[in-house]
């Protein structure tokens, strides 16, 4: 399957990401994970922030995760994601496709303010920031909602885990 995490940048669909990951590693299962920010140092390199290029950055990862998803190959995609028509363009075209919205305020990100972009987009040398001045389109009918500024890591991954074994995507997981 694809397990597709959304959410603001600093939300936590990175360190959720991975965490997920080692976990089924651990248990033998093939993982490959997307991560926005390495994709577009290649696959997607030379896009930008605009609607028509976000857009573009979602269907070629949303292509990328479907061909190795059709081989068994459990998907992690970490991306903003930030439209919710392209997601569900993307989820019509992955049969097994698993959405979590990693939710965290803007004020909650801004203030963890991970890689300093945020303090650069409101200094306005970064244009485009999502929940700035581009906008994010929550998930109405997300799988599994991870709630970052009231869970541990290890919570919100367990919530993920869980809720793959629910759908018979992957066997139980010993903690
Ligand atoms: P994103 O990939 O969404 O941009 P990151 O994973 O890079 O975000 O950063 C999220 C930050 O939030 C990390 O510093 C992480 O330790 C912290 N954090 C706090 N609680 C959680 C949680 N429940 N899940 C994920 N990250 C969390």
């Given at each position: 399957m694809t397990v597709w995490f959304t959410g603001l940048?600093?939300?936590?669909k990175t360190t959720i990401c991975k965490f997920v990951e080692k976990k089924l590693r651990i248990q033998g299962y093939r993982v490959e994970v997307l991560d926005g920010d390495a994709v577009r140092q290649n696959l997607?390199?030379?896009?930008?922030?605009?609607k028509e290029d976000r857009e573009e950055n979602i269907r070629r990862i949303g292509f990328v995760a479907h061909l190795l998803t059709r081989n068994n190959v459990i998907v992690l995609v970490s991306a903003i994601s930030p439209y919710r028509e392209i997601r569900q363009e993307v989820r019509q075209s992955i049969p097994s496709f698993v959405e979590v919205y990693v939710n965290a305020s803007l004020e909650v990100c801004e203030q963890r303010d991970v890689k300093g972009l945020y303090k650069k987009a409101r200094a306005g040398?970064?244009?485009?920031f999502t929940g700035i001045d581009d906008p994010y389109e929550i998930p109405l009918y997300p799988e599994v909602e991870c709630q970052t500024n009231q869970e541990i890591v290890a919570e919100s991954a367990t919530k993920v885990l869980e809720k793959l074994q629910e759908l018979g995507y992957v066997v139980a997981l010993s903690r």
């Open positions: 940048s600093g939300a936590g997607c390199k030379g896009l930008g922030f605009s040398e970064i244009k485009h």
